[in-house]
């Protein structure tokens, strides 16, 4: 069930291009503010300095920066390094109405290419959130033009009062990453400079990348050009955006390439080999000492050809490894492959 980027070996590295964007980043920000603890950034959300108004303001619009982002805060036209200005007045320019429709697009969700709103569902799902995100988005699908004209105030307010402060700190280290990633498609090609980007990332042949991702999905990129917004605040994530007619974004990770990401087959596979009873019997048996199929059956009271299969099963999905000892095989648990199971699961779900 991974992202497949077919293409890639003919995408011209010419048609790549990179943009370190304060809006995109802030909206980045904004999600680890809404969900630091899968970020792991608990204590970095708790020093950022809000003034209270601008605390309790952000907790009201927290809806809209969460998994599923209006389309400024995942694409541009830019290049480069824009102005918060620059960004901030095209935003302000643009009719209320096409704003709102991106800000609701976390209650209708996917596709990102999509430019219809389903009023009816929007309301239905921002019911689900509380009274305040009720009244909050009604206004905005009724009479849009106050509450965008508020919320892009609180984006300068944010900027204002903490982020502008934050992206002097940080725009040139995104810059400068953008550019060697372009730099590196053109030198070593675009597969390679794909996969440079994050562990979720990796060559499947020499026409196509996979992304671990829990979302079946392939994107011919052949005939498309490619965005690269580098990012301090989308770690775990790795965010992959195809709209019709538009450049392919990948928002990644400043750090590069991280921990490789297991295949959802990997875990699926570990998942299933545990689904067992009987496979949890061997597990135990094999988990302190290796133990042959014949003892693990003598001493649990099994069947010598049913353990053999079980420990078949635990072996194929990595979770058990086999030693010969002359004309004995012995088993052992893989403690690290069972202790990494719940973490590896919740890397590719958050990726």
Same mark, same amino acid.
């Given at each position: 069930m991974?992202?497949?980027l077919?293409g890639?070996s003919r995408l011209?590295?010419?048609?790549?291009?990179?943009?370190a964007s304060?809006?995109i980043e802030?909206?980045?920000a904004?999600?680890v503010l809404?969900?630091?603890?899968?970020h792991?950034r608990?204590e970095?959300?708790?020093?950022v300095p809000l003034s209270?108004?601008?605390?309790s303001?952000?907790?009201?619009?927290s809806?809209t920066?969460?998994?599923?982002?209006?389309?400024?805060?995942?694409?541009?036209?830019?290049?480069?390094m824009p102005s918060?200005?620059?960004?901030?007045?095209?935003l302000?320019?643009?009719?209320p109405e096409e704003?709102?429709a991106e800000?609701?697009r976390?209650?209708?969700?996917?596709?990102?290419?999509?430019? %219809? !709103?389903?009023?009816? $569902?929007?309301?239905?799902? @921002? =019911?689900?959130r509380?009274? #305040?995100?009720?009244?909050?988005?009604e206004?905005?699908?009724t009479?849009?033009a106050?509450?965008?004209?508020?919320f892009?105030?609180?984006l300068?307010?944010?900027w204002q009062e903490?982020?502008?402060?934050?992206?002097?700190a940080?725009?040139?280290e995104l810059?400068?990453?953008g550019?060697?990633?372009?730099?590196?498609?053109?030198r070593?090609?675009v597969?390679a400079?794909?996969?440079?980007?994050?562990g979720?990332?990796?060559?499947?042949?020499?026409?196509?990348v996979?992304v671990?991702?829990?979302?079946?999905?392939r994107?011919?990129?052949s005939t498309?050009s490619?965005l690269?917004?580098?990012?301090?605040?989308i770690a775990?994530?790795l965010?992959?955006?195809?709209?019709?007619?538009?450049?392919?974004t990948?928002?990644?990770?400043?750090?590069g390439?991280? %921990? !490789?990401?297991?295949? $959802?087959?990997?875990i699926? @596979? =570990?998942?299933?080999?545990? #689904?067992?009873?009987?496979r949890?019997?061997?597990c135990?048996?094999?988990?302190?000492?290796p133990?042959?199929a014949?003892?693990?059956?003598?001493l649990?009271g099994?069947?010598?050809?049913q353990?053999t299969?079980?420990?078949?099963?635990?072996t194929?999905?990595?979770?058990?490894?086999?030693?010969r000892q002359?004309?004995f095989?012995?088993?052992?648990?893989?403690?690290s492959a069972l202790?990494?199971?719940g973490?590896?699961l919740?890397t590719?779900?958050?990726?």
């Amino acid at each position: 069930m991974p992202t497949v980027l077919a293409g890639v070996s003919r995408l011209e590295p010419e048609r790549v291009r990179h943009v370190a964007s304060p809006l995109i980043e802030l909206g980045c920000a904004l999600h680890v503010l809404a969900e630091p603890t899968h970020h792991d950034r608990v204590e970095w959300a708790a020093s950022v300095p809000l003034s209270a108004e601008l605390r309790s303001e952000l907790a009201q619009w927290s809806w809209t920066v969460r998994a599923v982002r209006a389309r400024f805060f995942a694409t541009t036209a830019a290049t480069g390094m824009p102005s918060w200005s620059d960004e901030l007045a095209a935003l302000r320019s643009r009719p209320p109405e096409e704003v709102a429709a991106e800000l609701v697009r976390p209650l209708h969700g996917r596709p990102l290419s999509s430019r %219809t !709103v389903d009023t009816d $569902a929007v309301l239905h799902w @921002a =019911r689900s959130r509380g009274r #305040a995100v009720a009244g909050l988005v009604e206004s905005l699908v009724t009479s849009p033009a106050d509450p965008v004209r508020r919320f892009v105030d609180l984006l300068d307010a944010c900027w204002q009062e903490w982020f502008g402060e934050v992206w002097s700190a940080s725009r040139d280290e995104l810059a400068a990453r953008g550019r060697h990633d372009r730099d590196l498609a053109i030198r070593d090609g675009v597969g390679a400079m794909l996969r440079s980007l994050d562990g979720s990332i990796d060559l499947r042949d020499a026409d196509s990348v996979v992304v671990q991702k829990v979302q079946s999905k392939r994107i011919d990129v052949s005939t498309r050009s490619l965005l690269l917004v580098p990012s301090n605040y989308i770690a775990p994530h790795l965010f992959v955006g195809e709209i019709p007619g538009e450049p392919i974004t990948i928002i990644y990770p400043l750090s590069g390439r991280s %921990t !490789v990401v297991p295949t $959802a087959q990997q875990i699926r @596979a =570990r998942l299933d080999a545990l #689904a067992s009873p009987d496979r949890l019997q061997v597990c135990r048996a094999v988990a302190s000492e290796p133990r042959t199929a014949g003892e693990i059956a003598a001493l649990w009271g099994l069947h010598p050809t049913q353990v053999t299969r079980h420990l078949r099963a635990l072996t194929r999905a990595g979770l058990v490894t086999a030693e010969r000892q002359g004309r004995f095989v012995a088993y052992r648990l893989d403690e690290s492959a069972l202790t990494t199971l719940g973490t590896d699961l919740l890397t590719l779900i958050m990726r």
